[in-house]
C-alpha cells in the first residue's frame, strides 16, 4: 500500500463546478500538507499549504486537512478552463527534504 | 521571481551513453532535489542536496549519481543510460523551512529523457 493515495482520473466538470480532490494517507506522523499544480509540460508549482489540520482558503482554493482521518481535500469553486491541469499532493513530517507525493489527478474544466 | 533553470527539455540517447542534467537555481537556496517523474507513480526523489559537496540519496538513487559544486548548480549523472530510466526529470530548490518559510520547492520545467 502507498504512503499517499491519490486517485489519477481524470476528473471532467463542466466550467462553474466545485471541484473536490482528495488524497488519503497512512503515516500519523505526517504535519505539512501541500498541493501542487502542474500544467502541461511544465513543473509543479506551489497552491496551498496546510501546517497540522484545519482549513486554509485562498480566493476560489481551500485546503482541508482531517488528520483524524488521515485525509486532505482541496476545493475549487466557480472552476475556470485555465485550471485544468494535474493537481499533486504532497505531505512531509518534520523532515526538510522527504516530501511524500501522491500521483496527481488529472483535472478537465470543459467550457 | 525564483527561476529553477534545467539546461535541456528534451534528450534523446541510446543505452548505454552518459547522460548529464543539469539544473540551476537564483534564489540562494540551501536545498537542490532531482526527482523523476512517471505516469501513475508520482514524484520519486532520486537524490538531493542540502549544501555544496553534500549529497544524500534519495528513494530510487541506482543508476544515478549527483554533483554539486557549487550552491546554485546541481547537476544528475546518469553514467550507463537504461531503456528503464526513460522519464521526465524534475529538479527542484528550496530554503529550508523554518519560521519565515515554508520549505516550499521551486520546479524546472522538467527535462523529457528518452532512452533507445
Known amino acids: 500500500q502507498k504512503e499517499v493515495e491519490q486517485d489519477p482520473g481524470p476528473l471532467s466538470v463542466p466550467e462553474g463546478a466545485i471541484v473536490s480532490l482528495n488524497c488519503t494517507y497512512s503515516?500519523?506522523?505526517?504535519?505539512?500538507f501541500m498541493w501542487y499544480r502542474q500544467y502541461s509540460r511544465k513543473g509543479p508549482e506551489l497552491l496551498m499549504y496546510?501546517?497540522s489540520s484545519g482549513n486554509k482558503e485562498d480566493g476560489r482554493f481551500t485546503a482541508q486537512v482531517d488528520k483524524s482521518s488521515k485525509y486532505i481535500s482541496l476545493f475549487i469553486r466557480d472552476s475556470q478552463p485555465s485550471d485544468s491541469a494535474t493537481y499533486l499532493c504532497?505531505?512531509?513530517?518534520?523532515?526538510?527534504?522527504?516530501?511524500?507525493w501522491g500521483a496527481g489527478t488529472k483535472l478537465i474544466i470543459k467550457p | 521571481d525564483v527561476k529553477v533553470t534545467q539546461s535541456s527539455r528534451y534528450l534523446v540517447k541510446r543505452t548505454g551513453e552518459k547522460v548529464f542534467l543539469e539544473c540551476v537555481q537564483d534564489?540562494?537556496?540551501?536545498?537542490m532535489f532531482w526527482y523523476r517523474q512517471d505516469p501513475g507513480l508520482g514524484l520519486r526523489l532520486i537524490y538531493f542536496?542540502?549544501?555544496?559537496?553534500?549529497?544524500e540519496k534519495g528513494d530510487i538513487p541506482e543508476g544515478y549519481s549527483v554533483s554539486r559544486e557549487k550552491k546554485e548548480r546541481f547537476s544528475l549523472i546518469l553514467e550507463s543510460a537504461s531503456t528503464n530510466q526513460t522519464s521526465m526529470y524534475l529538479c527542484?530548490?528550496?530554503?529550508?523551512?523554518?519560521?519565515?518559510?515554508?520549505?516550499?520547492?521551486?520546479f524546472g520545467e522538467g527535462s523529457r529523457l528518452t532512452v533507445l
Open positions: 527542484a530548490s528550496s530554503f529550508i523551512r523554518g519560521r519565515r518559510n515554508t520549505g516550499e520547492l521551486f
Open positions: 534564489m540562494d537556496h540551501e536545498n
Open positions: 542536496s542540502y549544501d555544496v559537496k553534500m549529497k
Open positions: 503515516n500519523s506522523a505526517f504535519q505539512y
Open positions: 496546510t501546517y
Open positions: 504532497a505531505m512531509s513530517g518534520n523532515s526538510n527534504y522527504q516530501l511524500i
